[in-house]
Nanobody
């Protein structure tokens, strides 16, 4: 079984920074694409940032230039650096990962439990 555990959320003032981490554990051969979604109250879940196994990244327009996604393949961990935070960034942030357990099968996607980010003065 595979588990994704997020950490790093919290309360921060506008203009502040946070670093989210998402560590995958379990029966993992490799991780393909991985990234972060977020969901604010009353809104649909939206993609924030994604990174491929080769390191290519993709960002939502609303966070480009402020957020940075990275990954440490040796630790099966993906990070999201959040800078210049705004109140509209307030949401529950969920990580996901396309996990390959065996090369005979394709990747299966797993989700973390979510971590709350609140931007408020």
């Amino acid at each position: 079984q595979v588990q994704l555990v997020e950490s790093g959320g919290g309360l921060v003032q506008p203009g502040g920074s946070l670093r989210l981490s998402c560590a995958a554990s379990g029966n993992i051969f490799s991780i393909n694409a991985t990234g972060w979604y977020r969901q604010a109250p009353g809104k649909q879940r939206e993609l924030v940032a994604a990174i491929t196994s080769g390191g290519s990244t993709n960002y939502a327009a609303s966070v480009k230039g402020r957020f940075t996604i990275s990954r440490d393949n040796a630790k099966n961990t993906v990070y999201l650096q959040l800078n210049s935070l705004k109140p509209e960034d307030t949401a529950v942030y969920y990580c996901y990962a396309g996990v390959v357990i065996t090369l005979a099968l394709g990747p299966r996607y797993y989700w973390g439990q979510g971590t709350q980010v609140t931007v408020s003065s």
